[in-house]
């Protein structure tokens, strides 16, 4: 079983940076597909970004060069650097895990096994 807990998350001005951290435990993290998804207060959880565990990075359109997406084996942990934030990217910030060695998309959220609680960022413009 894979725990996730996510932090990072706060209020920043429009134009700002964030970045947001998982921790993961309680399996081999280096085995994970390891995405990040959002959801806006009356919206769908969206997909964010993504980096697979056989390597690459995929993102949203809305992302636009904006944000990165990296992760650190080592330490059990991926990171969502977040950089030109404006108001529209305000929402919970959810971490997620797929099966290890999944060969499943990753731009859906049922393809992910394991969740965060989420780490809320607000963008005030």
């Known amino acids: 079983q894979v725990q996730l807990v996510e932090s990072g998350g706060g209020l920043v001005q429009a134009g700002g940076s964030l970045r947001l951290a998982c921790v993961a435990s309680?399996?081999?993290?280096?085995?994970?597909?390891m995405g990040w998804f959002r959801q806006a207060p009356g919206k769908e959880r969206e997909f964010v970004a993504a980096?697979?565990?056989?390597?690459?990075?995929y993102y949203a359109d809305f992302v636009q060069g904006r944000f990165t997406i990296a992760r650190d084996n080592a330490k059990n942990t991926v990171y969502l650097q977040m950089n030109s934030l404006n108001s529209e990217d305000t929402a919970l910030y959810f971490c997620?895990?797929?099966?290890?060695?999944?060969?499943?998309?990753?731009?859906?959220?049922?393809?992910?096994?394991?969740w965060g609680p989420g780490t809320q960022v607000t963008v005030s413009s």
């Open positions: 997620a895990a797929d099966r290890p060695y999944s060969s499943r998309g990753y731009t859906s959220e049922t393809n992910y096994d394991y």
């Open positions: 309680g399996g081999f993290f280096s085995r994970y597909t």
């Open positions: 980096n697979p565990w056989r390597g690459g990075t």
